[in-house]
């Protein structure tokens, strides 16, 4: 059983930047793909960027590209977000998830996932 747990999020104004941290509880995280959904009020969750297995690959959502970096180190069992250039759309819960493939990851279908840690971006 994988624990994930969100924390970095926060309120901040556009043009800022936020760390968003996923801290698992498993020793062998390091061999999941991890993945990043937000879900906004209103809105279905949505894919905003995945990390494979031992940093292999990554992968953004169109609209974060360039502005977000996914990153992790396994050592501290633990898969970051940076988020840069924040816009008022990028408000949203952020959830991070993980599974052993990335496919199952990317199709937001992971069988572990984290509570959630708000972030809002003020115009």
């Known amino acids: 059983q994988v624990q994930l747990v969100e924390s970095g999020g926060g309120l901040v104004q556009a043009g800022g930047s936020l760390r968003l941290s996923c801290a698992a509880s498993?020793?062998?995280?390091?061999?999941?793909?991890v993945g990043w959904f937000r879900q906004a009020p209103g809105k279905e969750r949505e894919f905003v960027a995945a990390?494979?297995?031992?940093?292999?690959?990554?992968y953004y959502v169109d609209s974060v590209k360039g502005r977000f970096t996914i990153s992790r180190d396994n050592a501290k069992n633990t898969v970051y977000l940076q988020m840069n250039s924040l816009k008022p759309e990028d408000t949203a819960v952020y959830y991070c998830?993980?599974?052993?493939?990335?496919?199952?990851?990317?199709?937001?279908?992971?069988?572990?996932w984290g509570q959630g840690t708000q972030v809002t971006v003020s115009s």
């Open positions: 498993e020793r062998t995280f390091s061999s999941y793909d």
């Open positions: 990390i494979g297995s031992y940093g292999a690959g990554a």
């Open positions: 998830s993980a599974d052993t493939l990335v496919r199952t990851v990317l199709a937001g279908n992971s069988h572990y």
